[in-house]
């Protein structure tokens, strides 16, 4: 079965560093990847999407990478802020034409000021 | 910012109830769809809504789950008979196409079963 993994520990990182987060896969080729923020008791908010044909993708301080070799997903989140702190999450979509959304479970990021 | 609006924000309800959960999608999007999470646990598909019709459902979305959209701006959620399970936060979302568009969450529904 389609398997997203992770890291379920907390990822404390110093304020000002780069936090890097990783997505791993198992049993899918998603069309595209998603990244989502999600605070305690809010939805997700949408950070970033890249495509199965697309091995980068930069928006501000935030950067994705794609490699379908190795099923796995990179996110990064330069010179790191107290603010940064959330919970972030995984998500594919597109493999054999299915649209929901297939989420990790997350992980929590503390940025320590 | 376009926003998606889910009412209620909190709802309680006896089991064997009927519960209908609301939403208002972002006006130009086509797609929508319904999510939940579990407390503690990850967002979970529910279904897919396009053209006035289910697109895709999830294993999750039994017969006791409808969709709805009554008119021109309103998506709803009925779960027909709710059980304890049931419990969880519900989260409506939309999104302007298929195919590489990021979705946008509403801020969602805590739905308590007991």
């Known amino acids: 079965s389609q398997k997203i993994e992770q890291n379920s520990e907390a990822l404390n990182i110093q304020e000002g560093k780069t936090a890097t987060l990783t997505c791993n896969y198992t049993?899918?080729?998603?069309?595209?990847l998603q990244w989502y923020r999600q605070d305690p008791g809010r939805g997700p908010v949408f950070l970033l999407l890249i495509r199965e044909n697309e091995k980068e993708k930069r928006k501000e301080r935030l950067k994705v990478t794609f490699d379908t070799t190795l099923k796995q997903s990179l996110f990064h989140i330069t010179a790191s802020q107290p603010a940064d702190s959330a919970t972030y999450l995984c998500a594919l979509a597109g493999g054999g034409g299915a649209d929901g959304l297939t989420f990790g479970k997350g992980t929590h990021l503390i940025i320590q000021p | 910012e376009p926003e998606v609006t889910q009412t209620p924000s909190h709802q309680v309800t006896q089991m064997g109830q009927e519960v209908i959960l609301r939403c208002v999608p972002i006006?130009?999007?086509?797609?929508f769809y319904w999510y939940r999470q579990i407390l503690g646990q990850k967002v979970e598909f529910l279904v897919s809504f396009y053209n006035n019709e289910i697109s895709e459902k999830s294993e999750i979305f039994d017969d006791q789950f409808s969709v709805e959209r009554p008119d021109g701006s309103n998506f709803t959620l009925k779960i027909r008979s709710t059980k304890l399970e049931d419990s969880a936060m519900y989260f409506c979302a939309s999104s302007e196409a298929w195919g590489g568009y990021g979705y946008t969450f509403g801020s969602g529904t805590r739905l308590t079963v007991v």
């Open positions: 049993n899918y080729s998603p069309a595209y």
């Open positions: 006006s130009n999007h086509l797609y």
